[in-house]
């Protein structure tokens, strides 16, 4: 607490309020203008914050979006437990088609995808991202093996990553439409691979 | 035929060199600077052909990404005959896994849809190259089907997706290596997938 506002409750004060504040700027200014025409000066003139403190907290675009995608792996959502495999496994595939086709943050990912096949550190704020929604996820999976639904040694991340890959192709490659009926098929193939053994490692 | 070289062989003449020679120069620009710096006038230098007929042939930087995937469609290989459909879908995934892990054709890759995704004319031309693709080797499933390897009814446009998708959501996602066992594993889900019904219209 900065102890500038005695009586009222926040959660983190100043710095945290600031930190969020410039990283929903820079998602918006990412969403609206890709990763290329992003710039820190008009991130803190959206967020309202001074320019220096930007700067200094940052350093620059890269640092900036490494740490938007680090609070945004924070803030995602706890996984489902529905009680089955593949209940669990649509819920993901839901919520990643949900993201990827949502107004704001399906132009942000893209944008970040995009900026990180030519920045390497943007490329692994991405990949820890990743990381950790598949770890967060991961447990459905070995609970479906301690339930008996899958065989023992199945690898639980490629079961969860199987999920999410047709959604980013289509949205990345094909261009194939992202909608519902996608979404439960391929939480439908993983499940369906994952019985008949294809991820045991 | 130009008829400036009698009794020489050649396929299509003076246009269709310069249109070889043009694409192999844009192509080997955008793996190695990305598509951010492709320019026409340093194309035009690399194929050692005139500015004015690059400009005047392609008109724009998205003209010429525009055909050369379409040539790249054009000179993809065809589609395997092994016989059995695990043994076409392990042909088209570590054809896919080769191209994308090529020193020239994974950047070449890479930096077409990175562009597709800020660049509406790129991505159509993106969408169509995986259209042809896919077409190609969706017989492969159909036959399967005749075969009675395969539910009658599945979709198999569906299945050629399901195989590349997992190796371009390591690509361009997640980060993971694009090993030959993600190649094969590719392969065995969407076969898993396609027997249990999955991709069943």
Known sequence: MDGDEPGTIRPGGRTARVRTAVLRAAGDALAEQGFDHLDLA????????????VYRRWGSVTGLVADLLT??????????????????????????????????????????IAAATCDARTAEALHRFYETRIKEWAPCVDEAIDRGELPAGTDAEEVIRAVSAPLYYRLLAS????????????????????RAGVFVR
């Open 42 to 53: 008009d991130v803190a003139r959206r967020a309202d914050v001074g320019k220096t403190t």
């Open 71 to 112: 609070d945004m792996a924070e803030q995602s959502l706890p996984r489902a437990r529905t009680g089955s495999l593949l209940g669990d496994l649509k819920a993901n595939a839901r919520l990643v088609r949900k993201t990827l086709t949502d107004p704001r943050q399906g132009p942000l990912f893209t944008a970040v």
């Open 175 to 194: 261009g194939d439409p992202l909608d519902a009926a996608t979404a439960d098929r391929a939480a439908e193939a993983a499940e369906a691979a994952a």
